[in-house]
């Protein structure tokens, strides 16, 4: 006989009461979430409602107002203001053990060494101070904790708390992982960063930062070097007192992921997955050719009120895995798609500046060239590149891991003037290397190919130092 909905649910509850490594309040969120999951709810968007986002929802950034003049207007708004980083990630896809965000990315410094530096010249300049919050997750907490300690002399007063440890569930049975007797790290999962507000306030760090005074978050993902404060945001939110808002920035051919915005029913709506009927309009909608940077905005007092109300229930994203041959399932949310629950949402449409992720080596090449200037912690374009788009880059498996990569160059290559680069096969690159044009450098399988220091490159194809 088939094992009902609510027969898997209450035998998931019995198991789940078992597990003593994670709180009530992660045993409660864990079950409501597999509820909902197996209740089959799901938001049916009518494709025929849908409505082009206007520039009253979907605000362009060259529209917000100035700043107000005088130190003492930044400071009032600085003070109202929270920083969040999402540090749950690893640094496994790079070949790093430990937290992502102490990744080395330009001129020694570590993606949480910059984020650190850039609000300590807010705090310094302004004399605000705008905390540092750190989500991690149960895979990151204890080295981080160890990594802040270095920060304890800085001008920023920074907070760290976990998101939810939630159980992986065994596909089969829908049982969690740990009660079948996988009780270590593989047994568990964080749920996404949608489990950010709730984490927030059950931390008890949203009622102690509500009782400072502070009215606003911005959330941005600590591998995003782009998601830096923008002051002109967060006063154009304070004066339409915008609940929500999403940083969305115009589409490239390499961007394949994010989300999109609609307005449905007079309320924004981030689509993560457009039908394959409904493909073709959207792709024809200049308006639609946004997507999610994941720098988000929200007022706190609206996080409190929604997760007092257990009102966010985002689109559930079932990711399946297999550990150790069993096949499991982890069910996780993403924050963007809280935004239909907010009141007053809206999107700003920023400068691609504002998004720029280090996810692979081949983006660490480009911060770490000629291609990019360090100011005050902030990683910026360099002025003298002419074409407006990154040149595209294609590394090879032998460059996928950091260490790899920093051993293969002597020194970053200059790609000022490059457009595209291809890189495969046992290749090594000298000191001070410049690449232009489109440069495609492939080693003969079980040569060695070694650039020579100075070499310039200028659009050519490589297959062996002869060809050079």
């Not at 049916?44 to 107002?65: C, F, G, M, R």
């Not at 966010?312 to 629950?341: C, H, S, Y």
Request: a negative charge; glycine letters at 6%.
């Amino acid at each position: 006989m088939a094992t009902t909905a609510s027969d898997k649910i209450s035998n998931l509850k019995s198991a789940v009461a078992g597990l003593n490594q994670i709180s009530e309040n992660e045993k409660n969120g864990f079950i409501n979430l597999v509820s909902r999951y197996l209740s089959g709810e799901a938001q049916h968007v009518e494709w025929s409602k849908i409505q082009t986002p206007t520039d009253e929802v979907v605000v362009p950034y060259d529209s917000l107002a100035p700043l107000p003049d005088g130190s003492s207007e930044v400071k009032n708004l600085l003070d109202k203001l929270v920083v969040l980083k999402l540090n749950g990630g690893l640094g496994t896809t790079m070949g790093c053990t430990g937290p992502k965000s102490v990744i080395e990315v330009r001129d020694g410094l570590t993606f949480l060494d910059l984020i650190v530096i850039q609000i300590e010249n807010l705090n310094n300049k302004y004399g605000s101070n705008v905390p540092l919050l750190l989500m991690n997750s149960f895979n990151t907490h204890d080295d981080t904790q160890k990594i802040v300690e270095k920060y304890t002399n800085s001008n920023v007063e920074i907070h760290t708390f976990n998101q939810s440890q939630y159980p992986r569930l065994v596909a089969e049975e829908f049982l969690p992982l740990p009660s079948k007797g996988k009780t270590d790290k593989d047994g568990w999962y964080p749920p996404g960063h949608g489990d950010v507000f709730p984490s927030l306030f059950n931390s008890g760090k949203l009622d102690a930062l509500l009782s400072k005074g502070k009215e606003y978050v911005f959330v941005a993902n600590s591998d995003n070097l782009g998601a830096i404060v923008d002051l002109k945001i967060l006063n154009h939110l304070i004066q339409n007192k915008n609940e929500y808002c999403m940083e969305v920035t115009p589409k490239t051919l390499a961007d394949v992921k994010g989300g999109t915005l609609i307005n449905y029913e007079g309320r924004l709506l981030e689509i993560a997955q457009v039908p394959d009927e409904h493909v073709n309009e959207f792709k024809s909608i200049e308006k639609f050719k946004i997507f999610n940077t994941n720098n988000l905005w929200v007022n706190l007092q609206a996080v409190k009120r929604l997760v007092e109300a257990d009102a966010l229930k985002m689109e559930i994203i079932p990711n399946p895995k297999e550990v150790d041959g069993v096949k499991v399932l982890q069910l996780e949310t993403a924050a963007g798609a809280a935004i239909r629950f907010f009141d007053k949402a809206i999107g700003i449409n920023v400068p691609r500046s504002r998004f720029l992720p280090v996810k692979a080596t081949s983006d660490l090449l480009l911060v770490q060239s000629d291609l990019y200037t360090l100011q005050d912690g902030f990683v910026a374009r360099n002025s003298a590149r002419a074409n407006p788009e990154n040149p595209s880059i294609e590394l090879g498996p032998e460059f996928k891991k950091v260490s790899n990569f920093l051993s293969r160059f002597k020194s970053i290559p200059s790609i000022i003037e490059l457009d595209s680069l291809k890189v495969a096969g046992d290749a090594w690159f000298g000191a001070s290397v410049a690449l232009k044009g489109k440069v495609s450098i492939v080693a003969k399988p079980g040569a060695k190919l070694e650039i020579p220091d100075g070499a310039v490159i200028a659009n050519k194809e490589i297959n062996e130092a002869g060809d050079l």
